[in-house]
């Protein structure tokens, strides 16, 4: 069966785009993953109808009652609400999501643009949806399924040629908020304006990494990634090792998600996975690994006993109610061979400790496969099997390379695909790693290597190419030039500006982009350097802006507290003071220039890191930008002109006449209670963010749509002046915050230290013990901020929060 091939995926034009505008869409289905889909097209700002069956065990008289009828899809809707991690950006985000059932309500699709099937896992009942969908739904509105292993084109069978052409599927990955990975499955009936719209709005509006598979067993992730997983099981037995040491090793290490294969496993539910492997193993009678997804008898013993993993409670690890000294759960593992739970043991390998001071991923591979103890074989093994299952896909599940790393990256969480971790240690290398295990590579990797090729990819003027099986030539990465990636920009090895924490690139049109560089990017000398220096490069030499964002993980994790630390403990006043009030001019450097600067953040945006943006002109937050001012927590106040800021824009909420102590209460709250926003749209709710910040749904854009603003900006850029009109309440408000920091030690929120930090915080927000309310300078507050941090580095359950911090990475509530 023929499907679009990558030639089609890119002949994508401006008005395939743009033809169709999506305002309404309906979800049918509300189990986690229907709604877990909704939930994300809420996220974007969608009206959704959500649909379920009506329950099969109503009474005559409860059939009559709407409540009851919809008693399937309401719970789904309610349960929204709770799930941990969050589906919703945003809580009252869950108002665009109205239910209803198929009996019903199924006429009320005709309003909608895009029908999504999330219904049970059987073509039957599928195609039965369908024919019901068929009924009502309006001429040109798309229909798509998310089924993850029911062949695509057979759910058309029997319908019109314009639900044909309109049809697809969209394989979302669970939770759908979070995982980025939507692949596109076209049948060839569907009409390529429809796979060129699917592939750009998963990528500009839903968020995603879009990728293009052919209607093949579980596409391309899940044939790749069941398969890498069903490997490591194999080779835990080969190997005679625990589930611990595997899930050590199969972790941070191998640079996969820090659970490790068979926590991953327990998490994700066996009975779930089982299914999975089961379709592909069934349906793929001719592919030369399947002896490899055969489950092994510990699996068959999880299964018997439906130890399902968390949903059941149990898996290959089981949590009691026991503690141990710490207080911690005691957490208890499978044996593989005696089938018994047993304590857990402790993890030592050679290689582990090699790999542990190695930050980049690609040095700990290499690494791995120059060690030989069991964590170096489990990988070697592992990735050499890999390396020739995947040569294999090609061009059965995809007609290129880039598009199975795509979608392990973005649906499994792999910081690299197959391909990549192959180019880790070169071509060459990786056959023969492969063909050490019996394993067999496909002829085109023998031929490319043969023609003199080692790598799948290379860098050239920044631009990142791949290796192109069907032409045997490199060719640019589609889409790659939308996306402003820095680690390409620095290949080319011209740097505006570098420190050994910091650097600037010239990202174009004019534009700086400062990249931190520290460790997690914490914030210290380097950076802050970095930071003014920029800027005043920036300002001298003509650029138009900057902006201030990096590709890490995360944005920032804030100030570098070891720096702190060593000062507070030696009581070096002097210094510290010095060093605070280098932190919070930087951060009004950054409001304070002649050039725009804008912020562009993900991942954690802590206390310094969330201090700068606030300053910045403006920030461009990816939606997954866990925001906050978590000073607290090391028992300080934010000391970087955030508690300044908060009181500047509780100060700009105020309205004449109107009652100010509550929302002084409100910004005194979020400061004392340390909240960090789960989302950048929460951020707003908090404050964080306010009306000349914005959000982009898809991290990868985040730069890209951050140096648009400072082009948008930068015309008519006029240098601010600091304020000097701020409006502080003085007693007044101090009375009314100190009775509120009281009523959290009376509710339990805070122990006695926490009540200290907070009048510290109550302080700075009112300007102080001044006797009523009156205008003050930026500088005035940011001298008072100081001063009460200061006070608390000399606390000494201050300097207890900070040394626990900095030894565990957890807060010490005293």
Known sequence: METPTLEAQSKKTSTNKMSRKIR?????????????????????????????IVPFNLTDEEKKIPAKRNSIVNAAKKALLKSKPAALYSKEFINRIQVGNFDDDMEKIADCDWVIEVVIERLDIKQQVFANVEKYRKKGALVTSNTSSIPIHLMAEGRSDDFKKNFCGTHFFNPPRYLKLFEVIPTPDTD?????????????????????????????????????????????????????????????????PRTGVFRLGDLVGHDTSAKVTETISSRCENDEQKDALAPPSYTKFLADNKFYGDKSGQGFYKKTK???????????????????????????????????????LSGRIRTFFKQDDKAAQLVQKSLGALF?????????????????????????????????????????????????????????????VAAGNDTFYKLENGVNHFYDVATKSYLPVPGAEQFIVLDNLRATKKLVYENPEAVAHDIGDGVLCLEFRSKMNSIGEGVLKGINEVIQIAEDEGWRGVVIGNNAEHFSVGANLMMIAMMAYQQEFDELNFAVNAFQQTTMRCRYSSVPVVAATQGYVFGGGCETIMHCDAAVCATESYIGLVEVGVGLIPGGGGTKEFALRASDSFVEGDVQIPTLIEKFKTLAMASVATSAHEAFNLGYLNHKDSVSVNTARNIGEAKKKVLELSPNYTQPGQRLDIDVLGRT???????????????????????????????VLCGGDLTGPQKVSEQYLLDIEREAFLSLCGEQKTLERIQHMLQTNKPLRN
Not at 31 to 52: E, K, Q, S, T
Not at 406 to 431: N, S, T
Not at 733 to 762: M, P, Q, R, V
């Open 192 to 256: 390529q304006s429809v796979v060129d719209f699917l592939m750009n709005y998963a990528d500009v509006y839903l968020g995603k990494t879009a990728v293009l598979c052919k209607d093949t067993p579980a596409f391309i992730a899940n044939r790749v990634g069941v398969y890498a997983m069903a490997k490591i099981y194999q080779l835990t037995e080969e190997l005679d090792m625990t589930v611990e040491e595997v899930d050590k090793v199969t972790g941070t290490p191998m640079g996969r």
């Open 24 to 52: 309404k869409i309906a979800v049918l289905g509300s189990g986690i993953m229907g709604a877990g889909i909704a939930a994300h097209y809420a996220n974007i700002g969608l009206d959704v109808l959500m649909l379920d």
């Open 388 to 448: 020739a299952y995947v040569s294999n896909r090609i061009p059965e599940i995809s007609d290129d390379i880039y598009s199975i790393d795509d979608a392990l990256r973005a649906g499994f969480a792999w910081e690299a695909g197959p391909f990549q971790y192959w180019d880790m240690i070169g071509a060459k290398a990786g056959i023969e790693a492969a063909e050490k295990e019996g394993q067999t590579v496909a002829q085109w990797v023998k031929d490319f």
């Open 733 to 763: 408000g101090l009375g009314a915050l100190y009775t509120a920091s009281h009523s959290l030690k009376l509710g339990k929120y805070a122990s006695e230290h926490d009540i200290k930090i907070a009048n510290k915080i109550a302080f």
């Open 322 to 360: 026991e503690k141990d000294e710490k207080g911690k759960k005691i957490v208890l593992a499978l044996d593989l061979k005696k089938l018994e739970y047993r304590p857990k043991q402790k993890v030592k390998f050679a290689s582990l400790d090699a790999v542990k001071q190695i930050d980049s």
